[in-house]
Nanobody, 116 residues
Framework: QVQLVESGAGLVQPGGSLRLSCAAS????????MGWYRQAPGKERELVAV???????TYADSVKGRFTISRGNAKNTLYLQMNSLKPEDTAVYYC??????????WGQGTQVTVSS
């Protein structure tokens, strides 16, 4: 099992930037992919971005060119750099970790609000 703790919540104006962080502990050497999901009020939870063990990434169309997912050198930290934020990016953002032969782990979520 992997434990995940997000940080970086905040209120930002449209067009602004914010960076989310996620600290992983536990079976971190079994992680083969990490990602960010988000859930806006009244909407389904959706994938924002994922980064795999080899470094390949996938982004939702809605965030391509604006968001960047990355992992720290120690591989136990995940980041999401969010630029050119829009009001529709407002959501609770969740960090996830996938390990071999185990269920996906989820963080507790962190609130991002984009508003003027």
């Amino acid at each position: 099992q992997v434990q995940l703790v997000e940080s970086g919540a905040g209120l930002v104006q449209p067009g602004g930037s914010l960076r989310l962080s996620c600290a992983a502990s536990g079976r971190i050497f079994s992680i083969n992919a990490m990602g960010w999901y988000r859930q806006a009020p009244g909407k389904e939870r959706e994938l924002v971005a994922v980064i795999r063990l080899g470094g390949s990434t996938t982004y939702a169309d809605s965030v391509k060119g604006r968001f960047t997912i990355s992992r720290g050198n120690a591989k136990n930290t995940l980041y999401l750099q969010m630029n050119s934020l829009k009001p529709e990016d407002t959501a609770v953002y969740y960090c996830t970790a996938d390990v071999e032969s185990g269920p996906r782990s989820w963080g507790q979520g962190t609130q991002v609000t984009v508003s003027s």
